[in-house]
């Protein structure tokens, strides 16, 4: 009877996730990632950009040889004329000082953000996933991921 109750208590605290060893592992980690927020451009003054915010989730992949990144960003494009449609091709990168001078240290990413008649200011969001080798050994604060805006980016009347 009392093997039975032990038991019981035993797969009860184990269905409910209770017992006291099974936190022992550490979650994994993601790299941190810096928005780089530079002064508005002299040379186009046609827009202006900005990020003003991002989200990202992390997963480790290949028995944590690799991580897989997702970034979620949030631009703010205003622009001066608002009087006719005008296209914007808008460029970000993504950098991994770890990776320099390989190309995948930084990465360019852009996408196309369409202004109406009239429209002034634009939010506009996009989504990007990288894939980073992880090198046994080396702590995941090493591996630190910078966010910015291209200063060239395109545009069309």
Not at 45 to 52: A, G, K, N, W, Y
Not at 132 to 149: A, D, N, Q, S, W
Request: charged share 20%.
């Amino acid at each position: 009877m009392i093997i039975r109750l032990f038991a019981l208590i035993f797969f009860t605290f184990t269905l409910s996730g209770c017992l006291p060893w099974q936190n022992l592992a550490k979650p994994l980690l993601c790299p941190k990632v810096t928005l780089i927020q530079d002064p508005p451009s002299l040379v186009d003054t046609r827009f202006q950009s900005s990020i003003v915010n991002f989200s990202g989730k992390c997963g480790y992949k290949r028995k944590n040889t690799e991580l897989e990144v997702s970034l979620s960003l949030v631009f703010d494009v205003r622009r001066k004329n608002s009087k006719d449609i005008f296209s914007h091709n808008q460029g970000y990168y993504v950098a991994m000082p770890k990776f320099y001078p390989n190309p995948m240290g930084k990465r360019i990413f852009s996408f196309p953000i369409k202004f109406e008649a009239n429209e002034n200011r634009v939010r506009a969001s996009d989504r990007v996933r990288i894939t980073i080798p992880l090198k046994e050994g080396t702590p995941i604060h090493e591996y630190v991921i910078y966010v910015g805006l291209v200063k060239s980016s395109s545009s069309s009347s």
